[in-house]
Structures are given as structure tokens and as C-alpha cells.
């Protein structure tokens, strides 16, 4: 248990709302990640944190920001939500010790109406 | 850009059946390579990690191979059981901040 959890676990909103997904780790890990997951296109990369105040863009980070002003806190905005950022967000963050391993959180369930 | 696929997407075996879960991968330029299991509904757990520089890591009744040269890893459970029932997801880390490119999944069902 790498002491991840995610904020809200589910969530329904409607299409030109802003959302906020709050990702809390309890170890102090340097590196955070923010990931959808969808049918058909698997698992992949929004937005990465490599420390407070230090993020760069994954592979579909568009409609989405991120914030990290602290260690322990990763958050995403949908500023505008839109029906295809119906998805499941998992947050991870990188080694318990150091290591290049991943460890997810348990997800979130956003669906966009 | 890093493709990753794997096969088969699905798998239905008997229980005590061993067996072998297939990823491969399009740039050999990896520096590790991460084996997942996925539950229904559930995050994702990591199960192994094999360094670039390694060629198998065990865990329990788990061993996972990498063969860099030919962009391949495998997934080895033996004498599996229905617990095993899950998404099995390998990813394949490399560059800056050890991103990571996810395959798309074995789904493994275990029949009593």
C-alpha cells in the first residue's frame, strides 16, 4: 500500500461544469501521475509531476490541467467538462523506495452528462 | 512512438492450468518494464518489475521475462487459480520521469 487515495471516488456532472480530482499520498513521493482509462484505448498519461510546482504533459492533456503546490496533493481540472472526458482517472505515484515502480490509486469514476 | 500490444485480450484456462501472458513492444530503447493485475472496477496493483539490464524477475508463483532485443516480455503463472481472474497489463517505462506506455490488457478468466 503506497498510501494513495483519490478524491472524489465517483462523480457526475454535466458538460461545461469545472471539476477538480484531488490525488493525496501520504510518503512523500516526488513523482505523481494523472491517468484515464478507457475502453479500447487502454491506460494512458494526462499530466505528470516530477515535484511541487513542476509538471509537464502527457499524451492527452488537452482540456486538462494540473496543479501541485504541495508534496502530498497532485490535483486535475477538467476546466470545461465535455461528455468524451467520461472516463475512469487513476492517479500513481513512482517507487516506495526510490524504485522506477508504479503504485495506482483506487480511481475515479467520472461520468459526464 | 512505443507501441505496446499483448496477447491474447483474452484467456480462459482450468484451474491448475499453467500459463503464459504475451507483451511486446515496439522500441527496445526500454528501462524497465512493469507487470500489473487489474481487478473489476479496482486500481491497478503492481505485481513485477524487470530492470532493463535484467532478464526475469519471480515472485510467488509469478515469473515475468524480458528479452529487450526482440521487444518481448512474458508473464508466467503457474498452477493458476480462480483468484488469478483478472486484467493482466504490462508497461514499458522509458525516457524522462519514467513514463510509462501501457498495453491494453489480457483479460485471464480461471475456471474451477
Known amino acids: 500500500d503506497a498510501g494513495i487515495t483519490q478524491s472524489p471516488r465517483h462523480k457526475v456532472t454535466e458538460t461545461g461544469t469545472p471539476v477538480t480530482l484531488r490525488c493525496h499520498q501520504t510518503?512523500?513521493?516526488?513523482?505523481m501521475y494523472w491517468y484515464r482509462q478507457d475502453p479500447g484505448h487502454g491506460l494512458r498519461l494526462i499530466h505528470y509531476?516530477?515535484?511541487?510546482?513542476?509538471?509537464d504533459k502527457g499524451e492527452v492533456s488537452d482540456g486538462y490541467s494540473v496543479s501541485r503546490s504541495k508534496t502530498e496533493d497532485f490535483l486535475l481540472t477538467l476546466e470545461s467538462a465535455t461528455s468524451s472526458q467520461t472516463s475512469v482517472y487513476f492517479c500513481?505515484?513512482?517507487?516506495?523506495?526510490?524504485?522506477?515502480?508504479?503504485?495506482f490509486g483506487p480511481g475515479t469514476r467520472l461520468t459526464v452528462t | 512512438k512505443q507501441e505496446v500490444t499483448q496477447i491474447p485480450a483474452a484467456l480462459s484456462v482450468p484451474e491448475g492450468e499453467n500459463l503464459v501472458l504475451n507483451c511486446s513492444f515496439t522500441?527496445?530503447?526500454?528501462?524497465?518494464l512493469q507487470w500489473f493485475r487489474q481487478d473489476p472496477g479496482k486500481g491497478l496493483t503492481s505485481l513485477l518489475l524487470?530492470?532493463?539490464?535484467?532478464r526475469e524477475q519471480t515472485s510467488g508463483r509469478l515469473n515475468a521475462s524480458l528479452d529487450k532485443s526482440s521487444g518481448r516480455s512474458t508473464l508466467y503463472i503457474a498452477a493458476s487459480q480462480p483468484g488469478d481472474s483478472a486484467t493482466y497489463l504490462c508497461?514499458?517505462?522509458?525516457?524522462?520521469?519514467?513514463?510509462?506506455?501501457f498495453g491494453p490488457g489480457t483479460s485471464l478468466s480461471v475456471i474451477p
Open positions: 510518503e512523500n513521493h516526488r513523482y
Open positions: 508497461a514499458v517505462g522509458g525516457g524522462s520521469y519514467d513514463k510509462v506506455i
Open positions: 522500441d527496445s530503447a526500454i528501462y524497465n
Open positions: 509531476s516530477y515535484g511541487v510546482k513542476d509538471t
Open positions: 500513481a505515484i513512482r517507487g516506495t523506495s526510490g524504485g522506477p515502480e508504479q503504485y
Open positions: 524487470i530492470q532493463s539490464s535484467q
